[in-house]
């Protein structure tokens, strides 16, 4: 049973640039979560998305950012027109609903 | 979500059991308290959860107070491998719902 799974583990970019992260849940969790890690800082939740759904945005950044989970394929959380200070570890969470979130290994991003 | 309260960092002796405190005197009475940790700035994993029943699993034991304000995570048998900052978090065992991490007990095992 594999685990959560982000791709890419790391992401370079140039200032101004998009990232595109994306996050495949455990096999039959229908609810992602993205956390951020900035260097030095703890872990702070940004999005809880459920199958078609945002249900909770409140850690999310007013502007630039954006997340989605389509009824196919992986969660993706989208960085227009990054800035150094977006250079962190993303992080992604599943779960089945009422259990615990299980987190994939993350996403380095790196802005230059 | 009831606040965590947890010292800054711990060392414990490899091979001898590692016991973290954590402080939850706000909690009431649907919250469960978590404990996940955070190897080297590795993804967390999660380690064990509980409402007011002590649990154990293959990781770890936890043992809450019969008051529920303060719980302890157990590991029985510490290994380098260990080494990781630890968070305890309470919060209500419901369908879905983020995670709110403090700053978590820092614990060094050394050989």
């Known amino acids: 049973n594999a685990g959560v799974m982000q791709n890419p583990r790391h992401l370079v970019r140039r200032r101004g640039q998009e990232a595109r992260l994306r996050c495949s849940p455990m096999k039959g969790h229908s609810h992602v979560y993205w956390y951020r890690q900035l260097p030095e800082e703890g872990l702070k939740f940004m999005v809880y998305l459920q199958k078609e759904n945002i249900i909770d945005e409140s850690g999310m950044p007013k502007e630039r950012f954006s997340a989605e989970f389509p009824k196919e394929g992986p969660s993706i959380l989208r960085i227009q027109q990054v800035v150094r200070g977006d250079s962190a570890a993303y992080f992604c969470?599943?779960?089945?609903?009422?259990?615990?979130?299980?987190f994939g290994p993350g996403t380095r991003l790196t802005v230059l | 979500d009831a606040k965590t309260t947890q010292p800054t960092s711990m060392d414990c002796a490899e091979g001898r059991a590692a016991n973290l405190p954590c402080n939850h005197s706000?909690?009431?009475?649907?919250?469960?308290v978590y404990w996940y940790r955070q190897i080297h700035s590795q993804g967390p994993q999660y380690i064990i959860h509980?409402?007011?029943n002590n649990e154990t699993n293959e990781m770890a034991s936890l043992i809450i107070t019969e008051d529920r304000k303060s719980s302890t995570l157990i590991l029985p048998h510490a290994t380098l491998r260990d080494t990781a900052v630890y968070y305890c978090i309470v919060r209500v065992f419901y369908q879905g719902g983020k995670l709110i991490f403090g700053q978590g007990t820092e614990l060094s095992v050394k050989p």
């Open positions: 509980g409402l007011k």
């Open positions: 706000t909690i009431s009475g649907n919250e469960y």
């Open positions: 969470a599943s779960s089945p609903g009422d259990y615990p979130q299980f």
